[in-house]
């Protein structure tokens, strides 16, 4: 796995963070409609965002042992 740059853990960060985000208010929208076709998209959208989340996840701790490898 490549080394991230100082500048690319930054913005996987906030990308996560935002991801998060977006992740919690997909879940929370879907509980909350009541159109079928708007649920299934929502519920989709949190799934996904969970898949990217834990793929974030991995590059940041996977960039961050190579970081303390180098030191």
């Given at each position: 796995?490549?080394?991230?740059?100082?500048?690319?853990?930054?913005?996987?960060?906030?990308?996560?963070?935002?991801?998060?985000?977006?992740?919690?208010?997909?879940?929370?929208?879907s509980?909350?409609?009541?159109?079928?076709?708007?649920?299934?998209?929502?519920?989709?959208?949190?799934?996904?965002?969970?898949?990217?989340?834990?793929?974030?996840?991995?590059?940041?701790?996977?960039?961050?042992?190579?970081?303390?490898?180098?030191?």
């Amino acid at each position: 796995m490549p080394q991230l740059g100082l500048h690319e853990t930054l913005d996987a960060r906030e990308i996560l963070t935002a991801k998060n985000l977006s992740v919690t208010k997909a879940a929370t929208m879907s509980g909350l409609v009541q159109c079928k076709e708007l649920k299934a998209i929502l519920k989709a959208e949190a799934d996904k965002g969970k898949q990217h989340i834990l793929q974030l996840q991995e590059l940041l701790t996977s960039g961050s042992q190579e970081e303390g490898k180098k030191s």
